[in-house]
């Protein structure tokens, strides 16, 4: 299987979730789908520790430090236009 990305693996977690909190698979059916969850859940996870790393070095400093910026936020007047 080859990577999966990460709005898959969510796409698939919530789906999980939702047949789980149903409660109307049988026992070995409900830990086979718990077993994906998990995977799935792990995958999200790595996925989003791997953004985090990515926008730290990407917001870092020439001497090496963070830096915060705030993205532009547009005013509702202009989008309105």
């Given at each position: 299987?080859?990577?999966?990305?990460?709005?898959k693996a969510?796409?698939?977690?919530?789906?999980?979730?939702?047949?789980?909190?149903?409660?109307?698979l049988?026992?070995?059916?409900?830990?086979?789908?718990?077993?994906?969850?998990?995977k799935?859940?792990?995958?999200?996870?790595?996925?989003l520790?791997?953004?985090?790393?990515?926008?730290?070095?990407?917001?870092?400093?020439?001497?090496?430090?963070?830096?915060?910026?705030?993205?532009?936020?547009?005013?509702e007047?202009?989008t309105?236009?």
């Amino acid at each position: 299987m080859g990577q999966i990305k990460f709005e898959k693996a969510m796409q698939r977690l919530e789906q999980i979730v939702e047949d789980l909190e149903k409660g109307e698979l049988d026992i070995d059916k409900s830990l086979e789908i718990f077993e994906e969850g998990i995977k799935m859940s792990r995958v999200c996870s790595k996925k989003l520790s791997e953004a985090e790393a990515k926008i730290e070095k990407l917001t870092q400093n020439q001497s090496g430090e963070l830096v915060t910026e705030l993205f532009p936020v547009e005013d509702e007047d202009d989008t309105k236009n």
